[in-house]
């Protein structure tokens, strides 16, 4: 069963993926080498032992227990376990359209196919839940593929985090909770205090957050989002100027109108007749950081 997914971390791209194949084996030491041309991507978890896969350039793989390696589609490769430890591996067989950018964001790439991962048992309880699923019911398949895109995904926020330095990534974990905590409540009366007090940090800490993550004070996020979602009601409904306003968190109309002005270039009446089909989020979604 194909499964299609389209985002922003690989050009909005359509993506499909369809799991062709689950399963897992115990290796026996005199098993022999193994080699062809590979009919799809093959992702292996190795759960104990070693072994080694040569690909057909040249490149020589020696892989251990928790380590993870993937098998390109089209590619042709010789692999084997080791002869005192052999290896034993849960994997499973897919392919699919437009998929390099999604393999890449997973950390692989032909002339590297093995990686080594932290929390090695979580991927392995989700590939055991993948092939817990695995039969011929539709249901199971759709299954597989939830599965399937969890685990990749897993490999792809760990591929992120260890390009992001420790103190980075706890302030980016930080703002996503606060932004979080903003963007629920836009149509509240916000303020810096009570952002803050609900966040357990102070007002110097708030602001130098913001600063640091977002480059603007939190004022100006807020009001940029606000208006922002503005405009996507303006695109999507018939809200009329002074609904919209109440609707993401202004009292007063005219104050409203000011700011967004100052935003857009434009008044919401104009912008309302423009009919644009601009994306109001472009502003945060360049930063890594719409949270809705």
Request: charged share 25%; hydrophobic share 35%.
């Amino acid at each position: 069963m194909l499964i299609s997914i389209k985002n922003e971390l690989f050009d909005d791209r359509d993506i499909t993926l369809d799991v062709v194949k689950v399963g897992q084996e115990h290796c026996s030491p005199r098993k022999p080498v193994e080699g062809c041309v590979r009919p799809c991507y093959s992702l292996h978890f190795v759960m104990f032992g070693r072994g080694t896969i040569v690909s057909s350039d040249g490149y020589r793989y020696n892989v251990n227990k928790n380590e993870v390696f993937l098998l390109y589609e089209g590619e042709q490769y010789r692999y084997y376990p080791n002869s005192t430890d052999p290896w034993s591996y849960i994997w499973v067989e897919f392919t699919g359209e437009n998929l390099d950018k999604l393999i890449s964001a997973c950390g692989f790439e032909k002339n590297n196919i093995k990686k080594h991962v932290k929390d090695f048992s979580c991927y392995l309880e989700l590939m055991r839940s993948l092939y817990d699923a695995y039969d011929a019911g539709e249901a199971q398949q759709l299954k597989c593929g939830a599965y399937l895109l969890l685990v990749i995904s897993k490999l792809i926020e760990y591929e992120q985090d260890g390009k992001v330095p420790p103190k980075i990534a706890l302030k980016r974990k930080q703002m996503r909770e606060i932004l979080i905590y903003i963007n629920n409540n836009i149509a509240a009366n916000l303020t810096n205090q009570m952002i803050a007090q609900v966040n357990g940090m102070s007002l110097s800490s708030l602001n130098m957050l913001f600063n640091d993550i977002l480059g603007m004070p939190p004022v100006d996020y807020i009001n940029a989002y606000r208006i922002a979602t503005a405009c996507e009601r303006f695109q999507t409904t018939n809200l009329n100027v002074k609904d919209a306003a109440f609707l993401v968190g202004f009292t007063d109309e005219k104050y409203f109108t000011r700011v967004f002005t100052n935003i857009k270039g434009v008044s919401p009446q104009e912008y309302k007749k423009s009919g644009t089909l601009e994306d109001p989020f472009l502003w945060i979604k360049e930063k890594g950081m719409l949270f809705r």
